[in-house]
């Protein structure tokens, strides 16, 4: 027992199944011989396994999967399932020209999209194409060391020597734990293959899955959407790279309902940052849907051939492991294993500690966005309007370093409304509401009542699009009707901002063609539909949502069930999505999440089950943005001059702006900005769908070493580590919607429901975070205003977060106390007695701890330090009475 547990923590099942296997072959005096039997059979309660000797060796003959009561699955067979990659010579890296049926070279992206450029051309090598090299074909012919959980396959070819160690995982029953190893006896580039166990009909599968990058029900043969949107599976037997693979694994459902995966052991991909600089790029392992016969199976690559550790000298040895599951169910609950079983990912909670609470970030930020200097805040005047926007340093069309942009008008209608802040009341917010006003299209024509483009350029004195002269219709949607929806939840008696709405609707439901989907975008000379070659997959529809809540006009209504039902039979059903970042072509992006918070508020709009089964699709496919690898450690290193431990810059948890094959996270991994965080803690409650809840808070908790210490700003990619908002001050605005919107999300699942805020419409963009505080919540039935007051709360631990609301009727204040981490935690709670006072004018009476039922702990004596114990993941209220 002591062996396996040592071995457990250093290798995981499979490699600790090794080390075991080695030792007590050892200790029992094992005997290995060359096995002539032509029958061998690999077998426990679900699984079968049969080889059969004929003339060129050993051959996997039958898979069987014991589906209860004598009942058998038999997958299909490869034709040609043991393949070795070779290469005597460094394959080229040099791109291939793709050609379209009628034989002319495709050009794709063109030439504007500096960002895609680098990483399609990487992504069109001889070894991404799995074109590269020789197919050298094996069968082993000899076996040792066999019984019913294990046998060692050998095999000598006129290029190497090679074994296969196949076992049976005791603790997981569907798995296959297998080890390669192989001897070069001719010195070149190798590249090992797993075997392929069985295929699928590529007519008729229901699903296959690479996480990150491809996913879908059916082959498509348009391989420029299918590779670079994910538009289905590319009908070739490409390779990709680990660095957008946000788990390990490539996997199919067959027809049959059973689903296989190919999963590599935890330790075989990168590490993104393996010592003291990014190694993010690395290439290490390769995945594929196919094999290089073409057919349809789950396809790992390692080393992969001409990168590191594919190079072998004669004599010289690499190994592989990884493992099979098959089990008759969904891709989504072999996905769960892999993530939770295989690589830990729970685990990774019990790593976290934090040094900076999210309550005192979202305090630092207040400072932040309302000083001129660091927020850098702008006011110019547009057609006699004085306009107020943050400087954007990123790259915009047509800029000469003068965009502006504002990013969440929730929030910043927010945090006017919970703090009382005379600066953003007086200064920040009509300056802003001008900006949005002005943005309207406003000379008759085509345009009239859209977006006229979410970035203005001083300089040259006008709005404009991201990455070229063209208008999206979901930009109204963004930039007109959930900024203004968000507006005028707070200030709902404004008719300037109403009759703007109902501009932007109307020009909004005139576009949606008559089967409810948008253009994704027009020309802005000619009225000419743009990107004809992908269809709108976003969340368009939504705008007409928002429009509806607040004019209560039919026809609103009735244009959002519309182009909701398209989105969910074109989009959510088929698994196919669109991005809205101009600069990577709209590759898919956190507007997937934005479309699933969308769904589940059409669903509370019609009560329409079929919305909110959409959504937790579109929800478990979002899993796939999140990255699970590689297992986050204790292992101390070195980052821009700073010791950090290597779960501090982990990307376990965090998500893509945008992944796959031309997105950003191919350069900078993943981003902070974690809008989704709220959302799936939200659906862990509808769901109980413990992943979703152990994502958030991976996500969340702990990324203080990306946070820039001055400002409480986190960065926004990865690989920035803690440089601040650099170029995009505004997105403090976004980090303030987000981080209250999980917070508040955390206390309605950890009270059961007992605390209550009403959410206003989902931000542009980034996500699904969603603002509040423009009504009154609600705490054990009690009506509340939520809260913001600097320095009334000192808390001596930061793990712990708090969240303020105040009942005006009977004068109480409730400190909602958070336990973000897996242990119970104590803290000293500090209340300002000046801050208290002022309030309500009134002194404290009684002070009560209450559970998160609403029943009281204790009532507490009034002091100026209060001693709180909370349970791990708990909540605890103080309630403070005035007279």
């Known amino acids: 027992m002591i062996v396996m547990q040592l071995l457990n923590k250093r290798y995981g099942h499979c490699g600790r199944m090794w080390k075991v296997m080695t030792i007590l072959s050892f200790l029992c005096c094992t005997h290995v011989f060359s096995q002539n039997r032509t029958d061998l059979v690999l077998e426990n309660s679900v699984l079968q396994l049969n080889w059969q000797q004929d003339k060129t060796g050993y051959r996997l003959q039958s898979v069987a999967l014991k589906v209860g009561a004598g009942q058998e699955e038999h997958l299909t067979m490869a034709t040609q399932p043991r393949t070795i990659l070779f290469s005597k010579n460094k394959p080229q890296d040099k791109s291939t020209h793709l050609y379209d049926k009628d034989g002319k070279i495709i050009h794709f992206p063109d030439t504007q999209y500096r960002y895609v450029l680098p990483v399609w051309s990487q992504s069109l090598s001889p070894v991404s194409l799995n074109t590269a090299g020789e197919t050298l074909h094996y069968q082993p012919t000899t076996v040792t060391s066999d019984s019913h959980s294990g046998l060692k396959f050998h095999c000598e070819h006129n290029k190497f020597l090679l074994s ?3 076992h049976l995982d005791p603790e997981h029953k569907h798995d296959i734990c297998v080890k390669m190893t192989l001897r070069a006896k001719e010195a070149g580039y190798y590249a090992l293959s797993t075997p392929s166990l069985a295929i699928a009909d590529q007519q008729q599968f229901q699903w296959a899955v690479i996480p990150g990058l491809f996913q879908g029900a059916a082959l498509n043969p348009d391989f420029v959407r299918a590779y670079a949107y994910g538009h289905g599976i590319p009908d070739r037997p490409v390779i990709v790279r680990e660095r957008t693979a946000s788990t390990l694994a490539s996997l199919v459902t067959m027809q049959s309902g059973v689903t296989l995966a190919a999963v590599a052991e935890p330790g075989t991909g990168r590490d993104p940052w393996l010592n003291d600089v990014k190694t993010h790029a690395d290439w290490k392992l390769g995945l594929s849907l196919m094999n290089r016969n073409k057919e349809l199976t789950p396809t790992l690559y390692h080393p992969v051939l001409g990168e590191a550790g594919s190079y072998l000298k004669e004599g010289q040895e690499i190994t592989f492991s990884f493992r099979y599951t098959i089990q008759k169910t969904s891709w989504y609950n072999v996905l769960n294993h892999v993530i939770n079983d295989v690589y830990k990912f729970s685990d990774f909670l019990k790593l976290k500690e934090t040094s900076r609470s999210l309550t005192d970030r979202l305090y630092a930020m207040y400072d932040y966005v309302i000083a001129d200097s660091t927020s850098k805040w702008r006011t110019v005047n547009d057609k006699n309007t ?17 965009a502006m942009k504002n990013s969440d008008y929730g929030a910043m209608w927010m945090l006017a409304r919970l703090t009382g802040d005379t600066t953003l009341k007086q200064q920040r917010l009509p300056a802003a509401l001008n ?9 008759p024509g085509f345009f009239y009542g859209s977006a006229a483009g979410q970035y203005y350029l001083y300089r040259s004195q006008r709005f404009t699009e991201e990455w070229g002269p063209y208008s999206e219709p979901i930009g109204t949607t963004y930039y007109m009707l959930m900024d203004i929806g968000n507006i005028l939840l707070f200030e709902p008696e404004r008719s300037d901002a109403r009759l703007a709405l109902r501009k932007a609707a109307d020009w909004l439901l005139s576009k949606m063609h008559s089967d409810g989907h948008w253009e994704v975008a027009y020309d802005n000379k000619s009225g000419n539909p743009m990107f004809e070659d992908v269809a709108d997959l976003r969340p368009t529809f939504y705008g007409l949502l928002v429009a509806y809540q607040l004019l209560k006009d039919e026809k609103y209504r009735e244009g959002a069930i519309k182009g909701a039902n398209w989105f969910v039979e074109h989009a959510a059903r088929k698994g196919w999505f669109l991005g809205v970042c101009g600069d990577t072509r709209f590759a898919p992006d956190f507007a997937t999440a934005q479309s699933i918070q969308a769904l589940l508020d059409m669903y509370a709009l019609t009560k329409d089950s079929h919305y909110q089964t959409a959504a937790y699709q579109v929800a478990r496919y979002y899993t796939t943005s999140i990255y699970t690898h590689p297992i986050p450690t204790q292992e ?15 990307q376990v948890g965090l998500g893509f702006e945008h992944g796959g094959i031309i997105g950003s996270a191919n350069h900078h991994g993943p981003i902070l900005l974690a809008s989704h965080a709220g959302l799936f803690v939200r659906l862990y409650t509808q769901t109980k769908d413990s992943l979703f809840l152990n994502m958030a808070r991976a996500a969340v908790w702990g990324r203080d070493a990306f946070v820039e210490a001055n400002t409480g700003v986190a960065s926004y990619y990865w690989d920035a580590m803690n440089k601040g908002a650099g170029p995009f001050p505004h997105h403090a605005w976004w980090q303030l919607g987000w981080i209250t919107d ?12 007992n ?28 009506p509340v205003d939520l809260k913001m007051r600097k320095g009334l709360v000192k808390l001596d631990n930061t793990s712990i977060d708090y969240i303020l609301a105040t009942n005006s009727d009977d004068k109480e204040l409730y400190i909602i106390l958070l336990n973000n981490s897996v242990d119970q935690q104590s803290i000293r ?21 209450l559970n998160a039922d609403g029943t009281d702990e204790a009532r507490m ?6 001693k709180i114990a909370l349970p791990a993941t708990g909540l605890k209220i103080v309630k403070i009475n005035y007279q």
């Open 636 to 650: 101390v290193k070195q980052v821009n001059g700073f010791s950090r431990r290597d779960w501090e810059i982990s």
């Open 755 to 782: 605390v209550t805020f009403p959410s206003g419409f989902i931000t542009p963009k980034v996500g699904p975070h969603r603002s509040y505080g423009f009504k009154k919540g609600s705490i054990f039935g009690k």
């Open 164 to 166: 296969e160690e196949w």
């Open 742 to 753: 999980y917070l508040l999300s955390e206390a309605i699942v950890r009270s059961n429901g």
């Open 861 to 866: 004596e009034r002091s100026s330090e209060y």
């Open 829 to 849: 709670l500090t209340i300002d007695g000046h801050q208290s006072r002022n309030l309500f004018g009134l002194v404290q009476k009684d002070i009560y701890l």
């Open 435 to 443: 900006f949005k006003l002005q943005q309207q299209q406003q000379e």
């Open 386 to 402: 004085v306009i107020g926007a943050q400087d954007y340093l990123g790259g915009v069309y047509g800029s000469a370093k003068d």
